[in-house]
């Protein structure tokens, strides 16, 4: 009961010292603030640049087309062995029949052109169409499936995919090494403007220190009063990441500048970095009270 009475009364007057430096606790709660917005801004553009190259890798597609020689049995059977490899996430058929539809509906052209075509006689052939689970192992799925009976050509982009693959891993890279440096930046510039916060009550902590104050009980005190500044300094990064990225989303209808490059809903992705600000706010303000209290007044 001791300790929860120690803490009550540490959190009591922590969130009254809060107010009671008020100019003080606003210069470090704006500091917070700006850099969680910061922060905000570089997570849900990386998150999306993520769930873009994702959405991109998984649309990749093995064309596999099947000989015309190739009867309906062969057919399945090479079905079966594709489907048995490894790294296959899906294997579907598309038919040479379908396939000429689909062309004649898409163009009068191809309609002139093949309205007199028969299944016997249509050049056009069978395909498996074959998506594999991890992309990087695109090209060993396709040679595998290129030395199959009644396999004639296999397509997949050859090449630009490889390129793809790479340009989006240096993007992933790239965007979470920005995201824990924006956050390393925003800790050490909390800190020091805490530094100045917790400098300027120097004389409150001597006297803590002359009724005989152990370094731990000083130290509370101001730890608990950066998680307060912490948290209050969230509020306005997690409004405007909900009700932005909301408003963002919603006005260009979860796509942006076109159906290929689709935004993550706002759903439950908002509510994740609300919180993961909140905890943020709350770490580098109890950080930067600490170190401050620590080092810098060498207690």
Do not use: H
């Amino acid at each position: 009961m001791k300790v929860f009475r120690i803490l009550s009364r540490n959190i009591r007057d922590s969130f009254k010292s809060v107010f009671r430096n008020f100019s003080l606790s606003i210069a470090s709660i704006s500091c917070i603030t700006i850099t969680l917005i910061v922060v905000a801004i570089a997570i849900v553009l990386s998150d999306n640049v993520n769930n873009f190259a994702t959405l991109v890798e998984k649309d990749v597609t093995i064309v596999t087309f099947i000989s015309n020689e190739a009867t309906s049995d062969d057919i399945k059977s090479l079905g079966a062995k594709i489907e048995a490899l490894d790294n296959i996430d899906s294997v579907t058929f598309d038919s040479k029949m379908d396939i000429m539809k689909e062309m004649m509906e898409s163009s009068d052209v191809f309609n002139n052109i093949m309205s007199n075509w028969t299944e016997e006689t249509t050049p056009i052939q069978d395909t498996y169409l074959v998506k594999v689970v991890d992309i990087e192992g695109i090209k060993n799925v396709a040679d595998e499936i290129k030395k199959m009976d009644f396999v004639t050509v296999v397509k997949y982009g050859e090449g630009m995919v490889e390129q793809l693959v790479s340009i989006f891993d240096v993007v992933r890279k790239i965007s979470i090494g920005l995201v824990i440096a924006l956050i390393i930046v925003t800790a050490f510039l909390i800190a020091n403007t805490i530094k100045i916060t917790i400098f300027s009550r120097k004389r409150e902590i001597e006297i803590m220190r002359l009724v005989g104050a152990s370094n731990i009980n000083i130290k509370i005190p101001f730890i608990m009063e950066g998680l307060f500044l912490g948290i209050m300094g969230a509020i306005i990064p997690i409004c405007v990441t909900i009700f932005g990225y909301i408003a963002l989303y919603t006005k260009f209808d979860g796509q942006l500048f076109s159906p290929f490059i689709s935004l993550i809903t706002p759903e439950p992705f908002v509510y994740t970095i609300s919180l993961i600000l909140l905890l943020i706010g709350m770490a580098v303000g109890m950080f930067g009270s600490l170190r401050a209290v620590k080092k810098y007044l060498k207690i």
